[in-house]
């Protein structure tokens, strides 16, 4: 079975700060791996992903993700937030097994970015 | 493209009642899922359909909860009857074939009371 987890539920930064959102996950085989963002009043969307290839992925808005095998993390890193990240944020894994796609969730980390 | 479409946007029941949820995936995604999202938690996968048939609902709780998506389009999610642990948001979700990408709807947020 695979599972997600995510160590920081809220997390509160000043305008301009650094960001890095914490994300493991269990799983035994190949994974792809998902930050979705769920900002206030709107719906699920996806902020980047990991198939395979270079670790190190870059998804919308200045935000990049590194994917480490030996410790099974995937941590959100932005160098400076603003305002309008104000959100919640998901990070997801599929594990990959035939043909099935079945996406585990963490808990979420709600970031409150202030001015 | 239109997104995925979802209606109601928000529901109120109380316990016992039943309710039913529905979903419009963007278009040629063959693949539909449906999720439940308690206050404070992450979506939970209840159900996921691959055109009009069942791939996993290995999580629906079947003594009251229903899918269907007959044509392989539309689906809908029934409640019957529902209890007051069943306040979340319902969040339906479609991918094309071949791609691992999910796209979500606005979910319906459902309060029994």
């Known amino acids: 079975a695979q599972s997600v987890s995510q160590h920081n539920h809220h997390v509160i930064l000043s305008e301009a700060a650094s960001l890095e959102l914490g994300c493991n996950y269990s799983?035994?085989?190949?994974?792809?791996l998902f930050w979705y963002v769920q900002y206030p009043g709107q719906h699920l969307q996806l902020l980047l992903k990991y198939f395979s290839g270079d670790p190190l992925v870059k998804g919308i808005k200045g935000f990049e993700a590194e994917f480490i095998k030996s410790k099974f993390s995937f941590n959100l890193r932005k160098p400076s937030v603003q305002w309008s990240d104000t959100a919640e944020y998901f990070c997801?894994?599929?594990?990959?097994?035939?043909?099935?796609?079945?996406?585990?969730f963490g808990t979420g980390t709600r970031l409150q970015v202030t001015l | 493209e239109a997104g995925v479409a979802q209606s109601p946007r928000y529901k109120i029941i109380e316990k016992r009642q039943s309710v039913a949820f529905w979903c419009n995936p963007i278009s040629g995604h063959a693949t539909l899922y449906w999720y439940q999202q308690i206050l404070g938690q992450g979506p939970k996968l209840l159900i996921q359909?691959?055109?009009?048939?069942?791939?996993?609902d290995s999580q629906l709780p079947k003594d009251r909860f229903s899918a269907e998506r007959l044509k392989g389009v539309d689906s809908t999610l029934k409640i019957q009857p529902a209890k007051l642990e069943d306040s979340a948001v319902y969040l339906c979700?479609?991918?094309?074939?071949?791609?691992?990408?999910?796209?979500f709807g606005p979910g319906t947020r459902l309060t029994v009371t």
């Open positions: 997801a894994v599929n594990g990959l097994s035939g043909t099935a796609s079945k996406l585990t």
């Open positions: 799983y035994g085989g190949t994974v792809n």
């Open positions: 979700a479609s991918r094309r074939q071949g791609v691992y990408e999910q796209y």
């Open positions: 359909f691959q055109n009009n048939g069942v791939v996993d």
